[in-house]
């Protein structure tokens, strides 16, 4: 299997079960985890204010097709829903000049967080979840794999 294909399974495991499958959980310090908590929260409330503006080329709610990332990263695809009890944001980053892409999912659900990240470099993939419970942060934890692509 390619690391390509590696990472799209391990991302939509993760979509679905909110996890990765058959990784360690590692506790990880709860600072980092909330930063991101926080980060993405921003980044939804930032889509949310581009959406539809003259800057996105998809013209449906809640997703995003921009040229350029607000910080200035590139082009980025962006999906975002919410209802009262779970919300989610998706994003691809593509990097071209650099190899590859970047690709992230959010779910926030009650008071859990639950992060995934997909990175490639030039030589090996490198796939991050963070798992977050916003009542006890102190449980702060992570699942980390890196692979040969």
């Known amino acids: 299997m390619t690391?390509?294909?590696k990472a799209r399974q391990l991302s939509l495991y993760f979509q679905h079960y909110r996890e990765l499958p058959d990784i360690k959980k590692e506790k990880v310090k709860a600072d980092g985890v909330l930063y991101d908590f926080e980060?993405?929260?921003?980044?939804?409330?930032?889509?949310?204010r581009?959406?539809?503006?003259?800057d996105d080329y998809d013209s449906r709610k809640g997703h995003l097709l921009l040229a350029e990332?607000?910080?200035?990263?590139?082009?980025?695809q962006v999906s975002y829903q919410g209802d009262g009890n779970e919300t989610r944001l998706s994003r691809l980053?593509?990097?071209e000049p650099v190899g590859g892409f970047a690709e992230e999912h959010y779910i926030f659900a009650d008071d859990h967080f639950h992060a995934l990240r997909v990175r490639v470099g030039r030589t090996?993939?490198?796939v991050?979840?963070?798992?977050?419970?916003?009542m006890q942060p102190?449980?702060?934890?992570?699942?980390?794999?890196t692979f040969k692509k």
């Open 138 to 145: 102190a449980t702060a934890l992570r699942q980390q794999i």
């Open 128 to 134: 991050e979840a963070l798992h977050l419970d916003r």
């Open 124 to 126: 090996t993939w490198w």
């Open 39 to 48: 980060h993405s929260r921003g980044m939804i409330e930032e889509y949310g």
């Open 69 to 76: 990332e607000p910080s200035g990263l590139g082009p980025v």
């Open 50 to 54: 581009i959406d539809n503006s003259p």
């Open 93 to 95: 980053s593509l990097s």
């Open 3 to 5: 690391g390509i294909a």
